[in-house]
C-alpha cells in the first residue's frame, strides 16, 4: 500500500452565508490507499456525509483538492465529473434508493446502463454480481419483495458492477439488525475489498468497527483521530 | 486496469436504448400513475377531436346543398352569407349570365322550404329543390324510378336519407300534397350529403317548385354556372360583379357557409370553448399526474445522477416519458373518437361528425403542448436536484 487511492488536502465546506454560515468541514487532510477498508466515524453533524461527498465528486468543496487514481477530480468538467463518479466510484447510499418498478438484476444493471454496455449484456454482469452477492435467485424479483439485508446486497452489487476502484458506504448497516450488519460487512472485507479497491465507509454504528482496517474520527468537521481498526492486518 | 465493462459503445443508438428501456420500465411498471397519464390525455383528446369532429360535420352538412348540386360556379345575390338565406334574384339576371363570355351554359336553381301534408293528415316541412327544366342540372342519383318522369305532371322526386322516413317513407306512386297541391312520387333518389336541419328533400322541376311554393315577383334562388375552362372563372366573376350579383366557386361558397357558422351563429364560439376547456382537463390531469410521478422518483432520478447519469440523459428520459404517453394517449383517444363516431353512426345514419385532417393536426398540436408542460415541470425537478441531496436524506 504506497499509492494512495485518495488524496484530500485542506478540504473545506460551508453552507449558508454571512450569519447563517455552518462550516460542515473545515481543512480536512488525508490519505485513503488502496486495499484499505477506511471508516469515517463521528457524531452527527460531524461533517462525515459531506466530507464523503466532496470526495467522491458529488459536492464540490469551497476550497481543497481531491486527487484520485491521480485525477484532480475538481478540476473536471461537469460531463466528466459524472464520468468520474461513473467509472471510478460505486456508491451504497444508506436507504439503497433501489428503483421498486424494476427487477433486483435491472437495478444493478443500472451502471453498466450508463456506460451504453447494451441491455443484455448488461443484466448477464447484474446477474453475475447478484451470484457474488448470494442473490441469483432473487434477480427477477422487484427489490421491495427483499428483506433489508437482501436489499443491502442489491445496492452493493450495484456499486460493483461496473468494478469501480472506489467504493462508498453512507451507513451501511443503519437499516439492519446488529448480526446482519455483521455479516454484510464480513462479505465486504472479505469478498468485495482488495488490493486494488479501496472502501470508504461512514458509519455510527460501532458494531462493524471491528471490520474497519483504519477509523477516522470527526468532530465539528476536522479530524481528530486516526487509529488502526480491529480488521488492520 | 484494462476492464471489459468500460467499453463505451459509440454508436448513439446503442447509447440511448439502455436507458430508455429504464425510462420505459419506470413509467409503465407505475401502473396506477401510467394509466392516470393515458387517461388523462386520452380523454383530452376524445373530447377535443369529438368537439371539432362534431363542428366539420355541421359544416359539411351546411354545404350539402352545393355539393349534392355539383355546380362549379354559383351566382347569388351579394348579401346572401349561406344556401338557405338565399335572395331571389329576377330573369335578367340569369340572360346576363349566360351573356358573359367564358360561361358554357347557365341555369337556375330553386331552393326553398315547403310544407308536406301526409296522407294521414300530418303536416312536414321539406325542402323543395327546383331544377332547370331542361337540363334537370344538379338532379340526384336516381335509385328507383326514372329521373325524366319528373316532367309528368305533379311529379316530385323523394330523397332516401336518414329524414326521409319523416315523410312515411313515401315509395313510387306515393301522394301527399305540398302547399296545398297535389304531388306524385315518381322516384326515389340518393345525395351524397343530407342537409344539416332535419327537412326531407323533394326535388322536381324548377316551374313547378315555384308553383308549389308561394313567391315574390323573383324566383330564381341561384344560377348555376359551367365556365368553359377555369381560366375564365375570374372574368366570370367580374362580369357577374358588375350585374350588381356575386358569382362564387363552389369551394368558395362552401367557404362562406363555413365562416357563416363559425363567426355568425355562435356555433363556432362554443365549440372553441369546449375544446378549449378540453385541452385544459387534458393538461391539468397529465400536468399534475406527471408531476406527481416526477416527485415520487425524484429520489431515484437523483441517485442516478449519483451514480453518474448526465442532466441531459434524464432530461432524454423524461421526454421518452412524456413522449410514449402523449403518442399512446393520442392513439388511443383518436381509437375512441372513432368508435363512437362509427357507434353514433351505425344507429343514426346522417350523425353529423367527421375527423378530417385538420382536426387530426389540431389534437396533435394540443397534446404536444399538454407533452411540453408536463415534461418542463418534470424536467425543472430533475435538474434541480442535486447527488448530494440523495446522502442527505
Redesign the interface.
Known sequence: MTEPAIHATALTKWFGEGETRTVAVHDVTFDAMFGELLFLVGPSGSGK?TL??MISG??RPNSGAVVVEGRDVWGLS??EL??????TVG?V???Y?L?P??STA?NVA??????????HD?LE?AKGELEIVGLAARAELSPGKLSGGEQQRVAIARAM???P?ILIF?EPTASLDGDTGKRIMGFVKTEILNA?RCILTVTHDERIFEYADRIMRMEDGKIVGTEPGAGHA | ?A?P?????DHDA??M???L??AF??LV??RGKFFALLIGITFAVFLMVMMTSVFAGILRKSSSTVTNTGAKMWVMDRSVNNVLSSIPMPDYVLDGVRSIPGVKYAVPLYSGAGLVRLANGEYQPATIVGLDDTSLLGRPNMIAGNVEDVYADDSVIAVVDSEYPKLHAPQVGTTFEINDRRAVVVGLAEVPESGLFGLPTLYTTYNRATEYVPSGRYTISYVLVEPDSPAAIPSIEAAVYALGYVARTDEQFRELIADYYKFHTGLGTNILLMTAISFLVGLSISGQTFYAFVLENL??F??????????R?LVYMILFMVGVTSLAGYGLGIGLCTLMITLAKWRIAEYASVVTYGNLALAFGMVLVIAAVSSYIGIRRVLRI???D????
Open positions: 456525509t464523503l461527498s458529488v459536492l461537469d460531463d459524472a464520468d468520474f463518479r461513473l467509472h456508491f447510499f444508506q436507504d434508493h428503483f418498478r424494476l435491472e443500472i451502471p453498466m446502463i450508463l456506460q451504453h454496455v447494451p441491455w448488461a454482469r458492477v461496473s468494478r476502484d453512507d486494488k | 486496469m476492464l465493462v468500460r467499453r463505451v459503445h446503442d447509447r436504448r439502455g436507458l428501456k429504464i420500465k419506470l411498471n407505475d429520489e431515484r437523483g441517485a442516478l445522477k449519483a451514480i453518474g447519469a448526465k442532466g440523459e442535486e447527488p448530494f440523495i446522502f442527505r436524506s
